[in-house]
T-cell receptor
Framework: KNEVEQSPQNLTAQEGEFITINCSYSVGISALHWLQQHPGGGIVSLFMLSSGKKKHGRLIATINIQEKHSSLHITASHPRDSAVYICAVFGSNYQLIWGAGTKLIIKP | IAGITQAPTSQILAAGRRMTLRCTQDMRHNAMYWYRQDLGLGLRLIHYSNTAGTTGKGEVPDGYSVSRANTDDFPLTLASAVPSQTSVYFC????????????FGEGSRLTVL
């Protein structure tokens, strides 16, 4: 079992739909990251969470420390949201443990 | 423009050659990292640096070396490149130590023939 598991692996939705990507982890953490990688490679940090909920524009990230679970939500999805979304947590020795990523495609 | 600059963006290299990937940040971040990204394997940490003058080994350090002579620069050197080092390399920095928010460079695509 991977220490960080994301679901779904692939997600295709229509423009305007509400999107949820899940991340479950089994290691103890100080912080959890959500990152976005567009086709062509650039990686952008979306959120860093240690508790509760954060919101930035149409993106919302939540974390439940007791359940070792985090979700990334996208409201009013748009084709430009199409990307790979990656969850990562800090394990021992400050090394980030990465999920496999969720490939999101938003169709117009 | 503040951020992380990597160079080169792309390079084709003969096996056995020495190669240095450059990484410079102007955000005065203490922590810096080098990752490689391979299809199906996600991002793997090669080396990291908590602060200028210190470095540490990540998950896949073999065949790579780094130095951190100052806060801004964190070059990654392949002493004798091998085809298995064909990958996309990302440099990153963190604004609050090794557990802080990450900022990434645009990546360097390296092909070793």
């Amino acid at each position: 079992k991977n220490e960080v598991e994301q679901s779904p692996q692939n997600l295709t939705a229509q423009e305007g739909e509400f999107i949820t990507i899940n991340c479950s982890y089994s290691v103890g953490i100080s912080a959890l990251h959500w990152l976005q990688q567009h086709p062509g490679g650039g990686i952008v940090s979306l959120f860093m969470l240690s508790s509760g909920k954060k919101k930035h524009g149409r993106l919302i990230a939540t974390i439940n420390i007791q359940e070792k679970h985090s979700s990334l939500h996208i409201t009013a999805s748009h084709p430009r949201d199409s990307a790979v979304y990656i969850c990562a947590v800090f394990g021992s020795n400050y090394q980030l443990i990465w999920g496999a990523g969720t490939k999101l495609i938003i169709k117009p | 423009i503040a951020g992380i600059t990597q160079a080169p963006t792309s390079q084709i290299l003969a096996a056995g050659r020495r190669m240095t990937l450059r990484c410079t940040q102007d955000m005065r971040h203490n922590a810096m990292y080098w990752y490689r990204q391979d299809l199906g394997l996600g991002l793997r940490l090669i080396h990291y640096s908590n602060t200028a003058g210190t470095t540490g080994k990540g998950e896949v350090p073999d065949g790579y070396s780094v130095s951190r002579a100052n806060t801004d620069d964190f070059p990654l050197t392949l002493a004798s490149a091998v085809p298995s080092q064909t990958s996309v390399y990302f440099c990153a920095s963190s604004n609050t130590g090794l557990a802080g928010e990450l900022f990434f460079g645009e990546g360097s695509r390296l092909t070793v023939l």
